[in-house]
């Protein structure tokens, strides 16, 4: 309890954490000894090249993987503790995540996806629909809601996928490459919808990508290199998207 | 968007597959739902049969002295003891008209009558005419009250012969068989009966029989002894205490004890416990199928998991815990066996009709068949399913994700 009162600003805190596959000389350390803190209400950029350790970060923060050392706190509340059943659920509950690939289940609307992690977490019906149709409704896509993935564009999943994410209300929305799959119009787009969200709703978000042009648009950079965090600083010319769409500055 | 809605979609979007799936289950649940039920069908057959001559009726058929060997072959084929109708027996009789007499004459309450029965192995005519197709029996009078057999004209007591329905109408379709002369063998008698139409004992057969009184028929035939005797007794009740009565009046004639007393319940008993067992093994074989069935869903579900790695990791990272993707294909699973045990139920709800209609045998679709096909198809579903589904709910939505 005493760690909680001292680190209340601080929703996720990373200590020495590790992560290392296969035995003996095989073995491959992914992560070594990442020590992060991410305060609540920030938008962090991930930064690194492939190979550099941001997915099994990602998986780690998203509670898909558990690290081999170290710490893991969310809220206060020790993550490396917790049996998959448990992490399942406080996933479910707490943290939402946009993938690269615009993971929209094809054969469901863009409604019944936004609804779905809110379904899988029990939440009555009502309340159900009426987050979902607000999600949809902050993202610019609530005139989309009874289509099927395959009848929107790109830019559009992408956007009903973050409804989705942020719809249950979470805590921290971890986004894998948002703008991987698109061009660079609907990536903007898309970037903007985060920079919004962000604002208005004040969520704490962590972008993982290697692009640096995408990684401007955050508040902060950590940025990674062979499992090691190597930069860690506020943006100081932060892109915004909504003002000023540039078609310069990062390699895609 | 509920787990069943889920399943049906996807059930529905893989049509083709689905049905082929299901169709290992449809011929499983088809062909076992179709057996159990003609089955029941031949059962209730031989029921009606039995209920028809009555239950007090009692049956001493020759034996071997001392064993227990096979009494006669029964007629309804599939009996194992001599039938309650006419027997070709394999041992030579030693029953004769005096124990008839000597059962009749008992003066014991729970013997109400005995009537002895024989076959007689000759032909029956018009004078100078060929023979037509019917059996002729000798049997003492109490045997048509016994047997139900109802008089349409003349008498039974008669010292002629008694014709059945359909004896009477071959030989003499346009005038009355009353009075008419017919030729057993080689011997003239006087009709004196017609019976009404009548279904008869099983394996029996009164509408193509001419009865002979018994006395008649052992001069006729030449024969001393009779093939059987069936005794009544006074009700279904007194059967016990009429089979004992009637064992010690014949131990009393036959110290040897060679002949064996059976009741028509211990028929009733033996062809249903052999039709049970007939129907209980070929429904097992049947089943064999089904299990085939169930291997077919199990292989089409591991397809399907591995299909929808991607929509299992993305519905994982939403929250799904493993038992909603557990549940999620088990209900997939367990559907399709459903819709293929309804569909073959329905099939066979129609072949048992039909066959039933044409066999002749009151074979229905029962409710213990349908609910046995309906448990069965969840079952199969549920136990062919659980491999494909725990893989799915097992998978880490991580690597699930990777796989693109």
């Known amino acids: ?252 | 968007m509920n787990t069943f809605a889920i399943a049906w979609d996807s059930i529905w979007h893989h049509r083709t597959r689905s049905f082929l799936t299901a169709l290992g289950i449809i011929i499983g649940v088809f062909a076992v739902v179709t057996l159990t039920s003609l089955g029941g069908g031949v059962q209730k057959y031989v029921n009606q049969k039995f209920a028809g001559i009555g239950a007090n009726l009692i049956t001493v058929v020759p034996a071997l002295p001392h064993t227990n060997a096979k009494g006669g072959k029964g007629g309804f084929g599939g009996g194992r003891h001599g039938g309650a109708g006419p027997s070709f027996s394999s041992i030579p009789s030693t029953l004769t008209a005096g124990d008839v007499n000597a059962l009749n004459n008992s003066h014991k309450s729970v013997l109400q009558s005995a009537a002895g029965v024989i076959t007689v192995p000759s032909l029956l005519s018009q004078p100078h005419k060929s023979p037509i197709g019917a059996s002729i029996m000798g049997v003492s009078s109490p045997f048509f009250g016994m047997q139900n057999l109802k008089i349409q004209s003349g008498t039974l007591k008669g010292t002629g012969v008694v014709l059945g329905y359909h004896v009477a109408h071959e030989l003499f379709p346009h005038k009355s068989a009353l009075n008419q002369t017919v030729v057993v063998g080689t011997k003239d008698f006087t009709v004196t009966g017609v019976l009404k139409s009548a279904q008869g004992a099983p394996g029996s057969d009164p509408n193509n029989t001419a009865y002979l009184p018994l006395n008649a028929a052992l001069s006729v035939s030449g024969q001393t002894t009779v093939s059987e005797i069936i005794l009544a007794a006074s009700s279904p009740q007194n059967v016990p205490s009429a089979v004992t009565a009637a064992r010690n009046i014949l131990l009393h004639r036959h110290p040897s004890h060679n002949f064996k007393i059976i009741t028509s319940q211990e028929i009733l008993s033996t062809v249903t416990n052999t039709t049970k067992v007939i129907t209980e093994f070929l429904a097992g074989i049947a089943g064999i199928s089904l299990l085939v069935g169930g291997i077919g869903i199990m292989n089409i579900m591991l397809v399907t998991v591995s299909e929808r790695f991607r929509e299992i990791g993305i519905r994982k990272a939403l929250g799904a815990r493993d038992g909603d993707i557990l549940v999620q294909f088990l209900t997939e699973s367990v559907l399709l066996a459903l819709i293929g045990g309804f569909v073959g139920t329905i099939l066979s709800g129609l072949a048992t009709h039909f066959v039933g209609k044409a066999v002749g045998i009151p074979a229905n679709l029962t409710v213990g068949s349908v609910l046995t096909a309906v448990l069965f198809s969840i079952g199969v579903g549920a136990v062919f399913g659980v491999l494909p589904a725990m893989r799915a709910a097992r998978l880490m939505p991580a690597e699930a994700l990777r796989t693109e």
């Open chain 1, 1 to 252: 309890m005493a760690i909680k009162q001292a680190e209340a600003q601080s929703l996720i805190e990373l200590r020495e954490v590790s992560r290392s596959y296969g035995e003996g000389e095989a073995t491959v350390h992914a992560l070594r000894g990442v020590t992060l803190s991410i305060k609540s209400g920030e938008m962090v950029a991930l930064m690194g090249p492939s190979g550099s350790g941001k997915s099994t970060l990602m998986n780690i923060l998203g509670l898909f993987d558990r690290p081999t050392g170290g710490a893991y706190t969310f809220g206060g509340q020790d993550m490396t503790r917790l049996s998959a059943r448990q992490q399942a659920s406080f996933r479910g509950r707490r943290i939402a995540f946009v993938f690269q690939g615009i993971h929209l289940l094809p054969r469901l609307t863009a409604l019944a996806n936004v609804e779905l992690p809110m379904s899988y977490a029990r939440m009555a019906a009502n309340t159900r629909r009426e987050s979902a149709l607000k999600a949809l409704e902050l993202l610019g896509v609530a005139h989309l809601k009874d289509r099927y993935p395959s009848q929107m564009s790109g830019g559009q999943a992408q956007r009903v996928a973050i409804a989705r994410a942020i719809a249950p209300g979470p805590d921290l929305l971890l986004a894998d490459e948002p703008t991987g799959a698109l061009d660079r119009k609907s990536g903007e787009l898309v970037l903007q919808a985060f920079q919004e969200l962000h604002e208005e709703t004040g969520v704490t978000i962590v972008l993982v990508t290697h692009d640096a042009f995408v990684g401007q648009h955050a508040a902060r950079i950590v940025a990674l290199e062979d499992g090691q965090v190597i930069g860690d600083q506020p943006v100081t010319d932060r892109l915004m998207a909504a003002r000023q769409p540039s078609p310069t500055g990062g390699q895609s």
